[in-house]
């Protein structure tokens, strides 16, 4: 079964600084992989996703994340943040059920920003 | 382009009490899913629905009930609350899978 691992379910960080929000999944075929991000008392929306092509895909507000199948990674980047990406993040990985690929959630991380 | 839509935003409900949450998408989208959210658990699928008439359990249905008559339209229905269904409810659509969900605001239910 497909899983996903979110390490650390509060990261913070000082405006300017580096974003690294850690994401590691388990399947058994080639996945496909989302980033997610929730406002509060908002839906989710996406930031990026990975769905086989290049290995390092850039998102919007200026977040990546790199696939990185030998580490069965896909952390979440940002070189700067900013106070406007306080928010929970989460990472998803397809899981195919019937007839459907459903979605995996990991349990999230809250980002926090400090000024 | 409204999206995904979901009524109501707020209810509170007896234990014992019934209530359908709506959802509505107006992309045409085949594939629709609800999720219930809990603090530090993710999201969890309850149901989802391939097409109109086709829906299919996910990992937490029991205690709700799906129906799927339009393409537009994902009711979800809650038979005899109980506290373990206080939650925040999210509805999703996708065009196909696996592909970008797009998910509604939410409703917020507290069962007392």
């Known amino acids: 079964a497909q899983s996903v691992t979110q390490l650390g379910s509060h990261v913070s960080v000082s405006e300017g600084a580096l974003v690294l929000l850690r994401c590691n999944y388990s399947?058994?075929?080639?996945?496909?992989l989302f980033w997610y991000v929730q406002y509060p008392n908002q839906g989710l929306q996406l930031l990026l996703k990975y769905t086989s092509a290049a290995t390092l895909v850039k998102g919007i507000n200026g977040f990546e994340a790199e696939f990185k199948k030998s580490e069965t990674s896909f952390h979440l980047t940002k070189p700067s943040a900013h106070m406007s990406d306080a928010a929970e993040y989460f990472c998803?990985?397809?899981?195919?059920?019937?007839?459907?690929?459903?979605?995996?959630f990991g349990s999230g991380t809250q980002l926090t920003v400090l000024p | 382009n409204a999206g995904v839509t979901q009524t109501p935003k707020f209810r509170i409900l007896k234990i014992g009490q019934s209530m359908t949450l709506q959802c509505t998408q107006d992309?045409?989208?085949?594939?629709m899913y609800w999720y219930r959210q809990d603090p530090g658990m993710g999201l969890k699928l309850i149901y989802y629905s391939v097409g109109a008439g086709i829906t299919d359990k996910g990992e937490v249905p029991n205690g709700y009930n799906v129906s799927r008559s339009t393409t537009e339209d994902f009711p979800l229905r809650l038979e005899l609350a109980a506290p373990s269904q206080t939650s925040v409810y999210f509805c999703?659509?996708?065009?196909?899978?696996?592909?970008?969900?797009?998910f509604g605001p939410g409703t917020r239910l507290t069962v007392l």
């Open positions: 399947s058994s075929v080639p996945p496909y």
């Open positions: 992309m045409n989208h085949n594939y």
């Open positions: 999703a659509s996708s065009y196909k899978v696996p592909d970008t969900q797009y």
């Open positions: 998803a990985v397809s899981l195919f059920s019937g007839s459907a690929r459903q979605l995996t």
